[in-house]
């Protein structure tokens, strides 16, 4: 499932939960104003438990997985090593000649054009993407075990 999809019905359940709120509180309000002896309390728990369902859905489809991915960012932007070839949000491509604390030099072109920018601004580590994607294909791969020839019981 896509994430336009995910938020597409995060969007629907959500206006659905608050749609079912509104109608609970005006049941709430139609019933308050009928009786004069008691109030009911089960709409006010049902609204606060529909508002909990939404708050918990959205932590779960949208900010958890956000926040994973900022994290795995992070980490990458911070193991780059001297030498690795990175693409930075705006599509430049390079090679890390030197690295400082927030920021990094690398040699784009084949004029060795140096530019400096910073870590936040690189998006991809290709020299450990390409890595990790032959590390899967390798692992992929079932290992051709050696035929044993066989007997002469199996021949006949």
């Keep these: 499932m896509t994430m336009k999809a995910l938020v597409k019905s995060a969007v629907s ?15 709430s309000a139609a019933d308050t104003a009928a ?3 008691g109030s009911s309390a089960t709409g006010g728990w ?14 779960l489809v949208m900010i958890r997985p956000q926040k994973k991915k900022e994290k795995e960012t992070k980490n990458m932007q911070s193991s780059i090593n001297i030498g690795d070839e990175i693409v930075t ?8 000649v030197r690295k400082g604390d927030d920021n990094v030099v690398i040699e784009t072109g084949g004029e060795r054009t140096k530019l400096r920018i910073k870590l936040w601004a690189i998006s991809e580590n290709t020299t450990k993407h390409e ?13 051709k075990s050696k035929e044993s020839k066989p007997s002469d019981s199996e021949v006949e």
């Excluded at 359940?13 to 049941?27: E, G, H, L």
């Design 35 to 37: 009786s004069t002896t």
């Design 13 to 27: 359940a959500i206006s659905v939960s608050c749609a079912a709120s509104f109608a609970v509180i005006n049941a």
């Design 131 to 143: 890595a990790e994607v032959a590390q899967k294909d390798a692992a992929k791969k079932p290992k």
């Design 89 to 96: 949000i705006g599509g430049i491509v390079g090679m890390v």
């Design 46 to 59: 049902g609204m606060l438990i529909s508002f909990g369902v939404i708050i918990l859905f959205m932590y």
